[in-house]
């Protein structure tokens, strides 16, 4: 199974402030992608889905460059309830059409 | 809508035991993808189930297996029991065909300890 990476972390960032996380995969034959949040010992929780065109839900924006096969996520005006592992994830299709989880990034807002 | 849930919530187990994890998948969902999550990674794919049948599986070895329901519930048996199996048992479920990129929904998860 291909690869999904991400910059670990952690990041420490004050409140209201702009954090951006970077992922690569490396299938090109990907299709689908996916930013997940992980709270400490609870479950993933998709947060958005991921389209070529970008993608905007508040304070999130989500970037797919396929030729890069790179994907981003910018959070601004970071809230202390922000902190958390962020995964990127793609879904690379074939073999289950599972979901291929980077390692994830963890996010520490401070006051 | 109900969401995903699983039981038990936390297990202890020694080496060589068998264990069996359970999931009931979402309403309206007919699609059930199992992960194993250790400390400091993220999910791993173990396998997939749709219409009661093993629809992929990730690099893991047989003693690794599951099922799916009518309902579309569905259990992830593990024989044999090695320390590095403790983890976190993820089941996530979604809506789609047998080739489907959907987005998938996890439960609450299983912590599993092996002693």
């Known amino acids: ?9 952690p990041f420490n960032v004050p409140e209201g402030a702009t954090v951006a996380f970077n992922c690569t995969y490396s299938n090109s034959a990907s299709q689908s ?3 997940y949040r992980q709270d400490c010992r609870k479950e993933p ?6 389209y070529s065109s970008g993608n905007e839900d ?10 890069s096969q790179y994907i981003s996520l910018l959070i601004r005006d970071s809230k202390l309830s922000d902190s958390a592992t962020y995964l990127c994830v793609v879904n690379e299709g074939g073999g289950g059409y599972a979901l291929n989880f980077g390692k994830g990034t963890s996010l520490l807002v401070t006051p | 809508e109900t969401g995903v849930t699983q039981s038990p919530t936390h297990l202890i187990k020694t080496r060589g035991q068998q264990v069996t994890l359970r999931c009931s998948s979402q309403s309206g969902h007919n699609t059930v993808s199992w992960y194993q999550q250790a400390l400091g990674q993220g999910p791993q794919f173990i396998f997939q189930y749709y219409r009661e049948e093993e629809n992929g599986r990730g690099n893991f070895p047989p003693r690794f297996s599951g099922l799916q329901f009518p309902n579309y519930s569905s259990e992830l048996n593990v024989n044999a ?5 403790s983890a976190l048992y993820l089941c996530a479920s979604s809506f789609g065909g047998q080739h489907s990129y959907n987005e998938q929904f996890f439960g609450p998860g299983t912590r599993l300890t092996v002693l």
Do not use: H, I, Y
Not at chain 2, 81 to 85: G, I, P, Y
């Open chain 1, 58 to 67: 508040g304070r999130f924006t989500a970037q797919l460059n396929r030729a």
């Open chain 1, 45 to 50: 929780k998709l947060l958005m889905s991921v």
């Open chain 1, 33 to 35: 992608f996916f930013w």
């Open chain 2, 81 to 85: 029991l090695e320390l590095d199996d």
């Open chain 1, 1 to 9: 199974r291909k690869e999904v990476e991400q910059d670990p972390g």
